[in-house]
């Protein structure tokens, strides 16, 4: 059974980092390309990042690129989103999602991050 | 980058009637790379249709996804209570991968 589960979401301060996690499990982790995809409250779906399923290429959306950083252990089965310099728009859910034939074939339950004084 | 835009933001509809979803890029979408997603409330989103027109593994036959170039339609032929949700389309044929706004789909 595949299993994507997102941790490390709360609330933080504007201004400061967090790092997101995403344990995988039920296929073989370093096979796919991975994404993150978050969506505002009551807001649409917006694309974040991707990472080959080797690491050896990342792309960011304009509006996180050079304060996120996406990367993975293949070896742990473990995606990962290091957020820096965090402001109230990144306030979301944020999914770790598997691609497939260039569409996300399989989703986390998501975890919150909100960002607030 | 391609803006997708979703119409109509919001379609009103009877269980049993078909529903009529359409989803129109800014340019071509390469090797027509567009899906659509469901996302109920409180749930995470689920894919339909990928390819254009291809059904996921265990989507009704209900459903269905047509189209190319930079016009596409996902329609549920008769609606069932547990089909109104909210419906995103998503390509990936250009970089970066974007979404539409959303349709969303209400009991009349």
């Known amino acids: 059974q595949l299993h994507l589960v997102e941790s490390g979401g709360g609330v933080v301060q504007p201004g400061r980092s967090l790092r997101l996690s995403c344990a995988a499990s039920?296929?073989?982790?370093?096979?796919?390309?991975m994404h993150w995809v978050r969506q505002a409250p009551g807001k649409g779906l917006e694309w974040v990042a991707l990472?080959?399923?080797?690491?050896?290429?990342?792309h960011y959306a304009d509006s996180v690129k050079g304060r996120f950083t996406i990367s993975r252990d293949n070896s742990k089965n473990i995606l990962y989103l290091e957020m820096n310099s965090l402001g109230a728009e990144d306030t979301a859910v944020y999914y770790c999602?598997?691609?497939?034939?260039?569409?996300?074939?399989?989703w986390g339950q998501g975890t919150l991050v909100t960002v607030s004084s | 980058e391609i803006v997708l835009t979703q119409s109509p933001g919001t379609l009103s509809l009877s269980a049993g009637e078909r529903a009529t979803l359409s989803c129109r890029a800014s340019?071509?979408?390469?090797?027509?790379?567009l899906a659509w997603y469901q996302q109920k409330p409180g749930q995470t989103p689920r894919l339909l249709i990928y390819?254009?027109?291809t059904r996921a593994a265990g989507i009704p036959d209900r459903f269905s996804g047509s189209g190319s170039g930079t016009d596409f339609t996902l329609t549920i032929s008769r609606l069932e209570p547990e089909d109104f949700a909210v419906y995103y389309c998503?390509?990936?044929?250009?970089?970066?991968?974007?979404f539409g706004q959303g349709t969303k789909l209400e009991i009349k």
């Open positions: 999602a598997r691609e497939l034939n260039r569409c996300f074939d399989s």
């Open positions: 039920g296929f073989t982790f370093s096979t796919y390309g």
């Open positions: 990472i080959w399923y080797d690491g050896s290429e990342k």
């Open positions: 340019q071509s979408v390469t090797d027509n790379y």
């Open positions: 390819g254009a027109s």
């Open positions: 998503q390509q990936y044929g250009f970089s970066p991968v974007t």
